[in-house]
């Protein structure tokens, strides 16, 4: 059986991932693939819990080590028996976020050290990496006004604009370091146009010919 590929979706807040998560999800079973959509932290039972305490505003105060290892401990949990049992099996799986993530948020909105991360990453995942990463981006301000039209904030969505401004230049530092992989998509053009920048980067991968072979993939100036 051949194994399937493994999709990231990755971004700050509000750059539309759950929407176009959604986008995919659908122009991928179009094309007859079985597909597993799943997110991090989260996608099993204890993971999800993870998640929680994670995202909590209320709780008690989780220390930056400690946070960086409830999420490979959530990621452990993922990978074992979600998406390695998935990509055996042949299907697609689609993360919303992964460890890219880990390097935006504690490796640049925490400041933890990148090797202890990478460490971490090796450890965990083995030689496990997705197949390809969309990274929707957007100047931080249009995120987070955003985020706040969904409601309360959670722990994350609580931290200051500078916090996620080192998030944005860790994300796209991840893009510059590994740019066969990360495919930056200006996230704050019309949602139109995101999309047909997401399908061009899809149907590579699919192997078809891109439907604007003008459009490149990595779109835009960051301001």
Known sequence: MIRGKFITLEGGEGVGKTTNLAFIKDYLEQHNISVVVTREPGGTVLAEKIRQLLLDNKSEAISDQAELLMMFAARAQHIKHVIEPALAKGKWVLCDRFTDATYAYQGGGRNMKISTIEWLENLVQGALRPDLTLLLDAP????????????????????????????????????????????????????????????????????????????????????
């Open 140 to 223: 931080v301000e249009i995120g987070i006004a955003r985020a706040r039209e969904r409601g309360a904030f959670d722990r994350f969505e609580s931290e200051r604009v500078s916090f996620f401004e080192n998030v944005r230049r860790a994300y796209l530092l991840q893009a510059e370091l590994y740019p066969e992989r990360i495919k930056l998509i200006k996230a704050n053009q019309p949602l139109a146009d995101v999309q047909r920048a997401i399908t061009d980067v899809i149907r590579i991968l699919l192997g078809l010919s891109s439907l604007n072979c003008s459009a490149s993939p990595r779109l835009g100036n960051v301001k």
